[in-house]
């Protein structure tokens, strides 16, 4: 069984565009993340919700809007698409919050988004 | 300013060797280190978790070491096999209550 699960894996889109991609956890856990892995490879935190609430919101363009509609679904919607959107999104899960401490995260597969 | 480095560059290790990765941070203090492995086209993957109050942490072929006077810690793999070929991604809590990443280390077993 996946414990975490993202759709699409790859999504290709012109700029300007809005798009939608969907986490979804079967490992019961009470915190999700979404993360940006850029071409360098570093992961960034972007949002992270704990039983439906959001606890992280980085310095994003507010084009990101997170939403999660329970606590085992995290789904992160762009509007208006650049360039500089092109990447890799992860989202992830915890059991816990992290501001309770130690949590080992798991991953999904991933998702691919080019912007052309 | 605030930094997490590890060695951008491939490490090429001949199998059965021991591989060491280095994690070297600046300008944090966190209460504990993870490692996890990403292969391609896949999300990362937790190994292992260790805390400033630990020195070492051990499972099967791997071990950790945290020394927060330098502010680094070190991932070995013993008897390494090309399986164990990947990338390895060091991650620390921050103030905030967030990991930060390091931009990894790929590793390349050769047979």
């Known amino acids: 069984d996946t414990a975490v699960s993202q759709t699409p894996k790859y999504l290709v889109t012109q700029m300007g565009n809005d798009k939608s991609i969907k986490c979804e956890q079967n490992l019961g856990h009470d915190t999700m993340y979404w993360y940006k892995q850029d071409s360098k490879k570093f992961l960034k935190i972007m949002f992270s919700y704990n039983n439906k609430e959001l606890i992280i919101n980085e310095t994003v363009p507010n084009r990101f809007s997170p939403k999660s509609p329970d606590k085992a679904h995290l789904n992160l919607h762009i509007n208006s698409l650049e360039l500089g959107d092109s990447a890799v999104y992860f989202c992830?899960?915890?059991?816990?919050?992290?501001?309770?401490?130690?949590?080992?995260?798991?991953f999904g597969p991933g998702t691919r988004l080019t912007v052309l | 300013s605030q930094k997490i480095e590890q060695n951008s560059e491939a490490l090429n290790i001949q199998e059965g060797k021991t591989a060491t990765l280095t994690c070297n941070y600046t300008?944090?203090?966190?209460?504990?280190l993870q490692w996890y492995r990403q292969d391609p086209g896949r999300g990362p993957v937790f190994l292992l978790l260790i805390r400033e109050n630990e020195k070492e942490k051990r499972k099967e072929r791997l071990k950790v070491t945290f020394d927060t006077t330098l502010k680094q810690s070190l991932f070995h793999i013993t008897a390494s096999q090309p399986a164990d070929s990947a990338t390895y991604l060091c991650a620390l809590m921050d103030s905030n209550y967030q990991l930060i990443w390091g931009a990894g280390t790929k590793l390349i077993i050769k047979p």
């Open positions: 992830a899960s915890s059991q816990d919050s992290p501001l309770a401490g130690y949590n080992e995260q798991f």
């Open positions: 300008n944090y203090s966190p209460a504990y």
